[in-house]
């Protein structure tokens, strides 16, 4: 669904700018879109029981008007973008896989390990059962190191 959002996003960037153009306004700087927390697990279609929301948390580099339209577009999937998101935590060494990079935007989903460790750091009580599963499934090292480095108790999840 994301990816489908923004390329419809792109597609209306680039009409933008070439109206912008003939107008001899400037065009829009390249746009990034971040996601992070559920929507980009869901996204990424992770093999664990996932909450749906409707909240899209991303962190964007972009001018006002372009989160507008994204909030506008989100709304066609009953989504919406959360003007909350920089509130997100996500650690410093964050890795993300881009979904779609173009001249006028890149959009990328962080990496279900950073989210997950996220979850584990800030809201424990209320991601125990997702932590679980994801222990009891097999975690990724990565994870495992990450929750060393951050001091993530995981036997609170055991």
Known sequence: ???????K????????NHRRGAEGITPFSKTTIKVVGQAALIEAQ???HLVATADVDA???ADWIITQKLNELLGQFGRHWDPHSSEVWMPVET??????NTQQMEASLAQADYILLSKALKA?????N???EYLAKGASERFFALCKIYGVNLEKFV
């Not at 669904?1 to 390329?7: D, G, K, Q, S």
């Not at 996003?9 to 009409?15: N, S, V």
Request: overall charge negative; hydrophobic content about 45%; aromatic content about 12%.
């Open 1 to 7: 669904m994301l990816l489908e959002v923004f390329r």
């Open 9 to 16: 996003l792109d597609c209306w960037l680039d009409e933008e």
């Open 46 to 48: 992770v093999d664990l």
């Open 59 to 61: 962190f964007t580099q």
């Open 95 to 100: 890795e993300y896989d881009v979904l779609l």
């Open 124 to 128: 424990p009580n209320k991601n125990r």
């Open 130 to 132: 997702l932590i679980t």
